[in-house]
Protein backbone atom coordinates (compact mmCIF):
# COMPACT_ATOMS: atom_id res chain seq x y z
CA UNK A 1 0.00 0.00 0.00
CA UNK A 2 1.27 3.43 -1.22
CA UNK A 3 1.90 5.92 2.02
CA UNK A 4 1.51 8.56 0.11
CA UNK A 5 -2.31 10.38 -0.86
CA UNK A 6 -3.42 12.41 -3.43
CA UNK A 7 -6.11 14.73 -3.17
CA UNK A 8 -7.81 18.05 -5.19
CA UNK A 9 -7.18 20.47 -2.99
CA UNK A 10 -8.81 24.09 -3.36
CA UNK A 11 -6.35 26.77 -4.23
CA UNK A 12 -8.86 29.61 -4.68
CA UNK A 13 -12.43 30.84 -5.21
CA UNK A 14 -14.39 33.43 -6.94
CA UNK A 15 -17.67 34.60 -7.73
CA UNK A 16 -19.36 37.16 -9.92
CA UNK A 17 -22.93 39.02 -9.98
CA UNK A 18 -24.48 40.72 -12.29
CA UNK A 19 -24.97 44.81 -11.98
CA UNK A 20 -28.74 44.99 -11.69
CA UNK A 21 -30.12 43.72 -8.38
CA UNK A 22 -33.79 43.29 -8.43
CA UNK A 23 -35.88 42.84 -5.29
CA UNK A 24 -39.34 41.50 -4.34
CA UNK A 25 -40.72 44.45 -4.27
CA UNK A 26 -39.30 45.06 -7.95
CA UNK A 27 -41.36 42.09 -8.88
CA UNK A 28 -44.15 43.01 -7.42
CA UNK A 29 -44.62 45.82 -10.10
CA UNK A 30 -43.95 43.40 -12.97
CA UNK A 31 -46.19 40.27 -11.07
CA UNK A 32 -48.92 39.78 -8.79
CA UNK A 33 -46.28 38.89 -6.19
CA UNK A 34 -45.36 40.56 -2.66
CA UNK A 35 -42.42 40.66 -0.28
CA UNK A 36 -44.32 39.32 2.17
CA UNK A 37 -45.66 36.22 0.11
CA UNK A 38 -41.82 35.34 -1.52
CA UNK A 39 -40.30 35.92 2.06
CA UNK A 40 -42.31 33.63 3.53
CA UNK A 41 -41.95 30.93 1.01
CA UNK A 42 -38.69 30.91 -0.28
CA UNK A 43 -36.74 33.19 1.99
CA UNK A 44 -35.25 35.04 -0.95
CA UNK A 45 -35.48 39.08 -0.85
CA UNK A 46 -33.50 40.27 -3.66
CA UNK A 47 -31.20 38.39 -6.76
CA UNK A 48 -29.15 39.63 -9.31
CA UNK A 49 -30.65 40.04 -13.03
CA UNK A 50 -28.10 39.66 -16.03
CA UNK A 51 -28.13 42.50 -18.66
CA UNK A 52 -27.39 43.96 -22.24
CA UNK A 53 -23.76 42.07 -22.40
CA UNK A 54 -23.81 40.11 -19.62
CA UNK A 55 -24.03 36.50 -20.23
CA UNK A 56 -23.22 33.21 -18.85
CA UNK A 57 -19.89 33.46 -20.23
CA UNK A 58 -19.15 36.73 -18.73
CA UNK A 59 -20.01 35.97 -15.64
CA UNK A 60 -17.91 32.75 -16.07
CA UNK A 61 -14.80 34.36 -17.03
CA UNK A 62 -15.03 37.11 -14.11
CA UNK A 63 -15.58 34.59 -11.16
CA UNK A 64 -12.92 32.42 -12.80
CA UNK A 65 -10.53 35.53 -12.63
CA UNK A 66 -11.08 36.01 -9.17
CA UNK A 67 -10.53 32.22 -8.05
CA UNK A 68 -7.61 31.80 -10.48
CA UNK A 69 -5.85 35.10 -8.50
CA UNK A 70 -7.29 33.81 -5.18
CA UNK A 71 -5.04 30.79 -5.83
CA UNK A 72 -2.15 32.75 -6.88
CA UNK A 73 -2.00 31.08 -10.35
CA UNK A 74 -1.99 33.06 -13.67
CA UNK A 75 -4.32 31.08 -16.60
CA UNK A 76 -1.30 29.49 -18.29
CA UNK A 77 -1.16 27.14 -15.22
CA UNK A 78 -4.67 25.92 -15.64
CA UNK A 79 -4.99 22.73 -17.22
CA UNK A 80 -8.76 21.30 -17.25
CA UNK A 81 -11.43 23.98 -17.35
CA UNK A 82 -15.38 21.82 -16.58
CA UNK A 83 -18.16 24.56 -17.08
CA UNK A 84 -21.69 23.40 -15.62
CA UNK A 85 -24.21 25.18 -16.79
CA UNK A 86 -28.13 24.53 -17.66
CA UNK A 87 -27.88 27.95 -19.69
CA UNK A 88 -25.13 28.31 -22.23
CA UNK A 89 -24.80 30.95 -24.47
CA UNK A 90 -24.86 28.63 -27.68
CA UNK A 91 -26.26 25.49 -28.50
CA UNK A 92 -22.54 24.87 -29.38
CA UNK A 93 -19.56 25.33 -28.59
CA UNK A 94 -19.21 24.99 -25.41
CA UNK A 95 -19.57 28.10 -22.70
CA UNK A 96 -16.81 26.48 -20.98
CA UNK A 97 -14.59 27.02 -24.47
CA UNK A 98 -15.74 30.38 -24.88
CA UNK A 99 -14.08 30.95 -21.26
CA UNK A 100 -11.17 29.05 -21.47
CA UNK A 101 -10.45 31.80 -25.00
CA UNK A 102 -11.64 34.70 -23.10
CA UNK A 103 -9.46 34.11 -20.13
CA UNK A 104 -6.65 32.93 -22.25
CA UNK A 105 -6.17 29.57 -20.45
CA UNK A 106 -4.12 28.31 -24.03
CA UNK A 107 -2.94 25.02 -21.99
CA UNK A 108 -6.01 23.80 -21.11
CA UNK A 109 -8.81 21.71 -22.82
CA UNK A 110 -12.47 22.85 -21.76
CA UNK A 111 -16.13 21.38 -21.49
CA UNK A 112 -19.17 22.12 -20.34
CA UNK A 113 -21.37 19.67 -17.58
CA UNK A 114 -24.98 19.73 -18.08
CA UNK A 115 -26.80 18.60 -14.33
CA UNK A 116 -28.76 21.51 -13.93
CA UNK A 117 -28.45 23.06 -9.98
CA UNK A 118 -26.42 19.66 -9.42
CA UNK A 119 -24.39 20.75 -11.95
CA UNK A 120 -21.53 22.06 -9.84
CA UNK A 121 -21.07 18.73 -7.86
CA UNK A 122 -20.91 16.93 -11.28
CA UNK A 123 -18.22 19.14 -12.39
CA UNK A 124 -16.07 18.99 -9.32
CA UNK A 125 -16.71 15.11 -9.57
CA UNK A 126 -15.72 15.84 -13.23
CA UNK A 127 -12.28 17.39 -12.62
CA UNK A 128 -11.74 15.56 -9.58
CA UNK A 129 -11.28 12.05 -11.54
CA UNK A 130 -9.36 13.87 -14.20
CA UNK A 131 -6.66 14.96 -11.95
CA UNK A 132 -6.54 11.71 -10.31
CA UNK A 133 -5.95 10.36 -13.44
CA UNK A 134 -2.93 12.47 -14.63
CA UNK A 135 -5.26 14.57 -17.14
CA UNK A 136 -3.78 17.86 -15.89
CA UNK A 137 -2.61 19.48 -12.86
CA UNK A 138 -4.69 22.11 -11.90
CA UNK A 139 -8.69 22.25 -12.83
CA UNK A 140 -11.00 25.24 -13.20
CA UNK A 141 -14.46 24.08 -12.04
CA UNK A 142 -16.48 26.58 -13.00
CA UNK A 143 -21.06 26.76 -12.09
CA UNK A 144 -22.19 29.76 -14.28
CA UNK A 145 -26.23 30.49 -15.32
CA UNK A 146 -28.12 33.37 -16.59
CA UNK A 147 -31.52 31.65 -15.55
CA UNK A 148 -33.60 34.67 -16.16
CA UNK A 149 -33.40 34.30 -19.92
CA UNK A 150 -35.27 31.29 -19.61
CA UNK A 151 -38.05 32.09 -17.26
CA UNK A 152 -41.58 32.64 -17.89
CA UNK A 153 -42.18 36.29 -16.28
CA UNK A 154 -45.72 35.61 -16.16
CA UNK A 155 -45.74 32.87 -13.91
CA UNK A 156 -45.36 33.98 -10.36
CA UNK A 157 -44.78 30.53 -8.78
CA UNK A 158 -41.05 30.38 -10.57
CA UNK A 159 -39.69 33.56 -11.63
CA UNK A 160 -39.41 34.67 -8.21
CA UNK A 161 -37.48 31.67 -7.11
CA UNK A 162 -34.23 32.21 -9.64
CA UNK A 163 -31.54 34.61 -10.26
CA UNK A 164 -28.37 35.13 -12.33
CA UNK A 165 -24.57 34.68 -11.18
CA UNK A 166 -21.21 32.44 -11.46
CA UNK A 167 -18.74 30.81 -9.02
CA UNK A 168 -15.34 29.02 -9.49
CA UNK A 169 -12.65 27.14 -7.40
CA UNK A 170 -9.38 25.98 -8.96
CA UNK A 171 -8.62 22.59 -8.03
CA UNK A 172 -4.52 21.38 -7.48
CA UNK A 173 -3.64 17.83 -7.23
CA UNK A 174 -1.24 17.46 -4.13
CA UNK A 175 0.26 14.65 -2.45
CA UNK A 176 -0.08 14.38 1.45
CA UNK A 177 1.92 11.35 3.50
CA UNK A 178 -1.11 8.53 4.35
CA UNK A 179 -0.78 9.59 8.16
CA UNK A 180 -2.16 12.92 7.22
CA UNK A 181 -4.96 11.51 5.78
CA UNK A 182 -7.57 12.89 8.67
CA UNK A 183 -6.12 16.46 8.49
CA UNK A 184 -5.06 16.59 4.77
CA UNK A 185 -6.94 19.50 2.41
CA UNK A 186 -8.52 18.78 -0.82
CA UNK A 187 -11.94 16.57 -2.01
CA UNK A 188 -12.19 13.96 0.45
CA UNK A 189 -15.47 11.86 -1.61
CA UNK A 190 -18.18 13.00 -3.79
CA UNK A 191 -21.49 10.97 -4.72
CA UNK A 192 -23.48 11.55 -7.80
CA UNK A 193 -27.13 10.46 -8.56
CA UNK A 194 -29.84 10.46 -11.53
CA UNK A 195 -33.49 10.02 -11.25
CA UNK A 196 -35.11 10.91 -14.43
CA UNK A 197 -38.74 9.25 -13.88
CA UNK A 198 -39.20 12.90 -12.50
CA UNK A 199 -38.60 14.92 -15.66
CA UNK A 200 -42.11 16.60 -15.39
CA UNK A 201 -41.70 18.20 -12.18
CA UNK A 202 -38.56 20.25 -13.59
CA UNK A 203 -37.82 20.89 -16.82
CA UNK A 204 -37.65 23.13 -19.56
CA UNK A 205 -40.43 22.84 -22.41
CA UNK A 206 -37.92 23.01 -25.45
CA UNK A 207 -34.71 22.23 -27.31
CA UNK A 208 -32.56 22.00 -29.90
CA UNK A 209 -33.69 18.49 -31.05
CA UNK A 210 -37.75 19.12 -29.77
CA UNK A 211 -39.11 22.42 -30.27
CA UNK A 212 -36.25 24.03 -32.27
CA UNK A 213 -37.04 26.71 -29.15
CA UNK A 214 -34.73 27.51 -26.05
CA UNK A 215 -38.03 27.46 -24.11
CA UNK A 216 -39.22 28.38 -20.63
CA UNK A 217 -38.81 26.51 -17.07
CA UNK A 218 -41.89 24.80 -15.60
CA UNK A 219 -41.79 23.22 -12.20
CA UNK A 220 -44.17 21.72 -9.83
CA UNK A 221 -42.79 22.89 -6.57
CA UNK A 222 -44.20 21.09 -3.37
CA UNK A 223 -43.16 17.64 -5.27
CA UNK A 224 -39.79 19.23 -5.73
CA UNK A 225 -39.68 20.26 -2.30
CA UNK A 226 -40.66 16.53 -0.66
CA UNK A 227 -37.63 15.08 -2.98
CA UNK A 228 -35.21 17.81 -2.34
CA UNK A 229 -35.33 16.84 1.54
CA UNK A 230 -35.43 13.43 1.14
CA UNK A 231 -32.70 12.94 -1.29
CA UNK A 232 -30.05 15.52 -0.35
CA UNK A 233 -30.75 14.25 3.45
CA UNK A 234 -29.60 10.63 1.68
CA UNK A 235 -27.18 11.59 -0.07
CA UNK A 236 -25.69 13.66 2.64
CA UNK A 237 -25.50 10.81 5.28
CA UNK A 238 -24.05 8.55 2.37
CA UNK A 239 -21.03 10.89 1.72
CA UNK A 240 -20.71 10.68 5.62
CA UNK A 241 -21.17 6.99 6.14
CA UNK A 242 -18.25 6.59 3.08
CA UNK A 243 -16.17 8.77 5.08
CA UNK A 244 -16.42 7.71 8.71
CA UNK A 245 -17.76 11.58 9.49
CA UNK A 246 -20.25 12.30 11.61
CA UNK A 247 -22.55 15.00 11.23
CA UNK A 248 -21.27 16.80 14.22
CA UNK A 249 -17.58 16.69 12.89
CA UNK A 250 -18.64 18.81 9.90
CA UNK A 251 -17.84 22.70 10.30
CA UNK A 252 -19.93 23.94 7.43
CA UNK A 253 -22.39 22.85 4.82
CA UNK A 254 -22.40 24.46 1.50
CA UNK A 255 -26.46 23.51 0.10
CA UNK A 256 -27.26 24.65 -3.19
CA UNK A 257 -29.31 27.90 -2.23
CA UNK A 258 -32.77 26.74 -3.58
CA UNK A 259 -35.33 27.61 -0.63
CA UNK A 260 -34.83 28.36 2.81
CA UNK A 261 -37.54 25.95 3.51
CA UNK A 262 -35.33 23.25 1.79
CA UNK A 263 -32.11 24.37 3.68
CA UNK A 264 -33.73 24.28 7.31
CA UNK A 265 -35.62 20.60 6.76
CA UNK A 266 -32.44 18.92 5.40
CA UNK A 267 -30.69 20.55 8.58
CA UNK A 268 -33.05 19.34 10.94
CA UNK A 269 -33.46 15.85 9.03
CA UNK A 270 -29.40 15.67 9.77
CA UNK A 271 -29.69 17.08 13.13
CA UNK A 272 -27.10 19.87 11.90
CA UNK A 273 -27.47 23.31 13.47
CA UNK A 274 -28.61 25.57 11.14
CA UNK A 275 -26.13 27.99 11.97
CA UNK A 276 -23.53 25.87 10.61
CA UNK A 277 -25.47 26.50 6.93
CA UNK A 278 -23.77 28.78 4.66
CA UNK A 279 -27.06 30.48 3.38
CA UNK A 280 -27.25 32.77 0.32
CA UNK A 281 -30.37 32.36 -0.71
CA UNK A 282 -32.14 35.73 0.91
CA UNK A 283 -29.67 37.83 -1.12
CA UNK A 284 -29.11 35.70 -4.57
CA UNK A 285 -31.89 33.77 -4.89
CA UNK A 286 -31.60 30.06 -6.68
CA UNK A 287 -28.52 30.72 -9.17
CA UNK A 288 -28.82 26.88 -10.02
CA UNK A 289 -25.06 25.26 -10.99
CA UNK A 290 -23.83 28.65 -9.79
CA UNK A 291 -25.17 28.47 -6.42
CA UNK A 292 -23.08 26.03 -4.45
CA UNK A 293 -19.55 27.73 -5.46
CA UNK A 294 -21.27 31.49 -5.24
CA UNK A 295 -22.70 30.65 -1.64
CA UNK A 296 -18.84 28.60 -1.13
CA UNK A 297 -16.69 32.24 -1.73
CA UNK A 298 -19.09 34.53 -0.26
CA UNK A 299 -18.21 31.84 2.86
CA UNK A 300 -14.26 32.18 2.51
CA UNK A 301 -14.30 35.65 1.67
CA UNK A 302 -16.28 36.76 4.39
CA UNK A 303 -14.34 34.51 6.76
CA UNK A 304 -16.29 31.57 7.97
CA UNK A 305 -14.77 28.97 5.78
CA UNK A 306 -11.15 28.78 7.07
CA UNK A 307 -8.33 26.25 5.92
CA UNK A 308 -8.35 22.70 7.48
CA UNK A 309 -12.71 23.46 8.14
CA UNK A 310 -14.24 20.04 6.85
CA UNK A 311 -17.26 22.00 4.44
CA UNK A 312 -20.10 19.47 2.67
CA UNK A 313 -21.37 20.55 -0.35
CA UNK A 314 -24.43 19.38 -1.93
CA UNK A 315 -26.97 20.32 -4.36
CA UNK A 316 -29.90 18.55 -6.60
CA UNK A 317 -31.97 19.99 -9.52
CA UNK A 318 -33.94 18.57 -12.64
CA UNK A 319 -33.55 15.45 -13.83
CA UNK A 320 -33.76 14.96 -11.17
CA UNK A 321 -30.12 15.08 -10.02
CA UNK A 322 -28.65 15.36 -6.91
CA UNK A 323 -24.88 14.98 -5.49
CA UNK A 324 -23.12 15.70 -2.26
CA UNK A 325 -18.81 15.98 -1.85
CA UNK A 326 -16.90 16.33 1.13
CA UNK A 327 -13.69 18.61 1.10
CA UNK A 328 -10.88 19.82 3.45
CA UNK A 329 -10.92 23.71 2.89
Not at 314 to 327: K, N, P, Q, V
Request: proline residues 3%; glycine residues 10%; aromatic residues 6%.
Amino acid sequence: MSDMIRRSVVLGSGSALPKRCVTNADLAEQVETSDDWIVERTGIRQRYIAGEGETTSTLAGDASRKAIEAAGLTADDIDIIVLATATPDQTFPSTASKVQHDLGCKNAFAFDVAAVCSGFLYALGAADSLLHRGMGKRALVIGAETFSRILDWEDRTTCVLFGDGAGAMVLELQEFPASEAATARGVIETKLHTDGEHNCLLYVDGGPSTTQTVGKLRMKGREVFRHAVVNLANVLTEVLEGTGYEASQIDWVVPHQANARILDATAKKLGLPTERMVKTVEMHANTSAASVPLAYDVAVRDGRIQPGDLVMLEAMGGGFTWGASLLRA
